[in-house]
């Protein structure tokens, strides 16, 4: 049981350690991105004509504070909304080509950094750690 205390109390020293310096790198992380601008055109990228609401649902957010964040993206040329073509009144969303070029320039740093930090690790390391993190993450809900 100790063993196991030890390794809990090391698991949370690591978790405040690494929010706490994700978030002194935060604006060097996204280029000229906000994390919620990123997390919003990743998902936009990653998942073919998502809706608002499928966002707010994702992230847990207000449906509000979406529309006034997709507005942004909007506004800054990086996505679009268009029209579902069998529900006028649903908007889909999709990246324009800037957001796309953004969107990719941003990940190809990311990957960069995170190639960095594991480059010394053995390719299995890096394959549990992925799993491991992924499980740990996607669990919490």
Same mark, same amino acid.
């Given at each position: *049981?100790?063993?196991? +205390?030890?390794?809990?109390?090391?698991?949370?020293?690591?978790?405040? #350690?690494?929010?706490? +310096?994700?978030?002194?790198?935060? +604006?060097? *992380? &996204? !280029?000229?991105?906000?994390?919620?601008? @990123?997390? *919003? =055109?990743? &998902?936009?990228?990653?998942?073919?004509?998502?809706?608002?609401? $499928?966002?707010?649902?994702? @992230?847990?957010?207000?449906?509000?504070?979406v529309s006034r964040q997709?507005?942004? #993206?909007? !506004?800054?040329?990086? =996505?679009?909304?268009?029209t579902h073509p069998s529900?006028?009144?649903?908007?889909?969303?999709?990246?324009? $080509?800037?957001?796309?070029?953004? #969107?990719?320039?941003?990940?190809?740093?990311?990957?960069?950094?995170?190639?960095?930090? =594991?480059?010394?690790?053995?390719?299995?390391?890096?394959?549990?750690?992925?799993? #491991?993190?992924?499980?740990?993450?996607?669990?919490?809900?």
């Amino acid at each position: *049981m100790a063993a196991r +205390n030890d390794s809990l109390d090391a698991i949370h020293e690591a978790i405040i #350690l690494f929010s706490r +310096n994700a978030k002194v790198r935060e +604006n060097k *992380m &996204y !280029d000229e991105l906000s994390f919620i601008a @990123y997390t *919003m =055109l990743s &998902y936009v990228g990653s998942f073919p004509l998502p809706t608002a609401s $499928d966002l707010a649902e994702r @992230y847990g957010l207000e449906k509000s504070t979406v529309s006034r964040q997709l507005s942004r #993206l909007e !506004d800054d040329g990086l =996505l679009r909304r268009v029209t579902h073509p069998s529900r006028p009144r649903t908007k889909l969303l999709e990246l324009t $080509d800037t957001g796309l070029d953004c #969107l990719t320039r941003v990940r190809k740093h990311q990957r960069e950094g995170l190639e960095k930090r =594991l480059g010394r690790w053995p390719d299995k390391d890096v394959e549990t750690f992925g799993r #491991l993190l992924w499980r740990f993450v996607t669990e919490l809900d």
